[in-house]
């Protein structure tokens, strides 16, 4: 029996974690061509049509030569939720397994990985008028939100910052909705635990310059790359704002200031850098709390060397499976 067969008889699946702009996507396609795979992304981001060149989205012949999934799967003015992630990934990792093909989750959204591992509090459905109604009072009080939130639920207050409307109005959505807090559902027995394995690999560099000379390199590429025109695409239709889950990804929220006039140029840079170094280090104080996770150094060993490494530890856990 081959490696692939023997991980998929354990109901065993690769993820690939890491920082922004560790080399996790390179990894993975370069695993591609050691065995058949497929790859569930894990990013927040990459479920958005048009919003390609901002997220270090795989190329089209990247998509064309290994099965992506999770992928431009939604409009930038929709939602999408770590619970919908959970559903959606429970559902494909099996039907890869179907195809004779190892699942590899490869992504940086460790809210997405930690509600895969931990399961879902059953939380009800979002409710709209409550929605629209703490969204109106945002704009015009955001302090009103927070305050509101320390009042019903202190420890959710504690955990979500001040400036987050989008986690702040769900968390009083919820209370609003079933006389519950946040912190009484996190408490209760959780749903949607995998019925497969995640064997875990984190790309971490143990220098962080490295990382951020890198994070600051791509960043200068997608703007020579044309990521402002294709921010001011998404800024011309009308029907997007600087609230919604898409615009506040890490960039794209400091392109609309620049849209809106808000930022010149140079600020634009710098805020994007900057709030992309951010985003790095929130990454790898997730990381820090991983359990079962096998560390690679992506500036102290060649690619080859980090496909051998992986391949090697696959074949351990498939036969200790």
């Known amino acids: 029996m081959d490696l692939v067969q023997k991980l998929i008889k354990n109901k065993q699946c690769l993820a690939i974690m890491g920082p922004t702009a560790s080399g996790k996507s390179q990894l993975s396609m370069l695993l591609a061509e050691e ?29 064309d030569t290994v099965p992506h999934h999770l992928i431009n799967t939604h409009d930038a003015s929709e939602t999408y939720s770590a619970s919908d ?45 409550t929605r629209e109604k703490w969204l109106k009072i945002w704009n015009e009080t955001p302090d009103a939100l927070y305050e509101k939130l320390l009042d019903i639920d202190p420890e959710s207050a504690e955990r979500i910052h001040k400036n987050d409307p989008q986690r702040l109005i769900r968390a009083i959505e919820v209370y609003e909705v079933t006389g519950k807090t946040l912190t009484e559902f996190r408490a209760e027995p959780k749903k949607g635990l995998p019925e497969f394995e995640l064997i875990k690999v984190a790309l971490i560099p143990e220098d962080r310059a490295k990382l951020h000379k890198q994070i600051e390199k791509r960043f200068m590429q997608m703007v020579e790359n044309g990521f402002l025109q294709e921010a001011k695409k998404l800024f011309e239709r009308g029907d997007l704002n600087e609230d919604m889950t898409s615009i506040r990804s ?4 400091q392109a609309w200031l620049f849209m809106m006039g808000e930022y010149d140029f140079e600020e634009f840079i710098y805020k994007g850098l900057v709030a992309t170094r951010q985003l790095a280090k929130r990454q790898l104080t997730w990381l820090r709390k991983e359990q079962d996770v096998t560390i690679i150094d992506p500036y102290k060993t060649t690619a080859q060397q980090r496909v051998e490494l992986v391949v090697n530890l696959l074949k351990q856990c498939a036969d200790n499976g």
């Open 250 to 253: 890490v960039g794209y929220r």
């Open 85 to 129: 992630f959970v559903d959606d990934v429970n559902r494909l990792v099996f039907e890869i397994f179907a195809r004779n093909r190892l699942p590899i989750l490869v992504g940086g959204t460790m809210m997405y990985f930690n509600a895969l591992q931990q399961g879902m509090s059953d939380l009800p459905s979002a409710d709209e008028k």
């Open 35 to 63: 065995m058949p795979i497929e790859i569930i992304s894990v990013d927040s981001a990459l479920i958005y049509r048009d919003m390609d060149i901002g997220t270090a989205k795989p190329t089209q012949e990247e998509l």
